[in-house]
């Protein structure tokens, strides 16, 4: 694509799919054979509304692995991480089964979900629209609804490209209505964008020592005053087993209110960036190298030396607080 004169939406610049050239490129890039009829069509929702659904993309046997490794996790030695919003991050296992258990990039230590995480549906769409190998990190697994108020995922998931960022609800169960289901505001991609910082540092970042909370709240208030501004009403992904949402970094996104106390809600959710792109744990980590789980499909973790897999050490890094036997609790 030529970039002389090509306007983005946001000030942070995006992917091609973010400009005012979007149309024709989309159009050229079908005429020259680099994107199939249906791909485009997947490419044009996501432009427009800021997400696309794909429908029973993960095949069941996947879902399966993914039951048995996730369950895996809750034994002593797993290694594999928990966080919780009230408990913070600890061994997986020491989480109580009743609480709202989340495990830390799942991709790392469950085979089973990296390959759930690049299914050739997920992976051929992320390079089509980043024009660039996908690399995934920041991923988590939900055994309940976060609850968690609309926001955009680039007000905390930092890139030093912040636009050019993507992610995934991979459902690994039905979900119904008062299950803690997401619900986002389509188009919302869009709407005027947020800064944070100050004039002479602005950010698509929240930092709570720079910003504090009044501005992170005033951040998220717009975002429910610019859709009742636009007449747009919120809209509930209740998908299948094996279902995929994938939305756009700026597609403001949360948790509904989990009305049935007794239901689960579990999912995968795995966010993605070019490759050539740093996620902003690169300034305070010494372990961060891509690591190629498939041709044409890299990860990285915050938490995990993933070139750890290929020796019989755990792929863990030593945290504070956590000590280092993951026995331990």
Same mark, same amino acid.
């Given at each position: ?34 994107? /199939? ?40 030695? /797993? $290694?594999? &991480? $928990? ?46 629209i ?38 995934a609800?991979?459902? &690994?169960?039905?979900?119904e209505?008062?299950?803690?289901? &997401? ?59 094996g ?12 948790? /509904? ?9 579990? /999912? ?23 690591y ?18 290929d ?17 331990? $609790?």
């Open positions: 694509m030529q970039t002389e004169d090509i306007k983005y939406h946001s000030r942070f610049g995006g992917n091609w799919i973010d400009t005012d050239r979007f149309a024709e490129e989309l159009a050229a890039r079908v005429s020259d054979g680099r994107i /199939s009829d249906e791909l485009a069509e997947q490419i044009a929702i996501f432009e427009r509304d800021g997400y696309v659904i794909m429908r029973g993309i993960v095949p069941e046997e996947l879902l399966t692995a993914i039951d048995d490794e996730v369950e895996s996790a809750w034994e002593p030695g /797993s $290694g594999f &991480l $928990g966080r919780n919003p009230k408990l913070g991050l600890k061994w997986a296992h020491q989480f109580p089964a009743d609480g709202r258990r989340r495990i830390v990039d799942p991709i790392v230590n469950a085979p089973s979900a990296q390959l759930a995480a690049f299914v050739p549906e997920i992976r051929d769409f992320l390079e089509a980043f024009d660039e190998t996908p690399m995934a990190f920041q991923s988590l697994f939900f055994e309940r609804g976060s609850q968690q108020r609309i926001h955009q995922d680039t007000a905390y998931v930092v890139t030093n490209a912040p636009v050019r960022l993507a992610a609800w991979i459902a &690994l169960e039905d979900v209505e008062g299950n803690g289901e &997401l619900v986002y505001y389509p188009g919302s991609h869009r709407f005027d964008e947020f800064l944070f910082g100050n004039e002479d540092d602005v950010s698509k970042s929240w930092n709570i020592g720079r910003d504090g909370q009044p501005m992170h709240q005033e951040f998220l208030a717009g975002l429910d005053n610019q859709a009742a501004e636009r007449g747009i009403e919120k809209a509930r992904f209740l998908p299948k087993r279902d995929v949402l994938l939305w756009h970094a700026d597609l403001a996104h949360g948790g /509904s209110k989990q009305t049935n106390e007794e239901a689960t809600r579990r /999912s995968i959710v795995v966010h993605y960036t070019p490759l050539s792109t740093e996620p902003n744990y690169v300034n305070f980590t010494s372990h961060f190298k891509p190629e789980v498939a041709p044409g499909a890299y990860m990285s973790s915050r938490h995990y030396d993933p070139y750890l897999l020796s019989e050490e755990r792929p863990v890094i030593p945290i504070d607080g956590l000590g280092l036997d993951p026995f331990e $609790g």
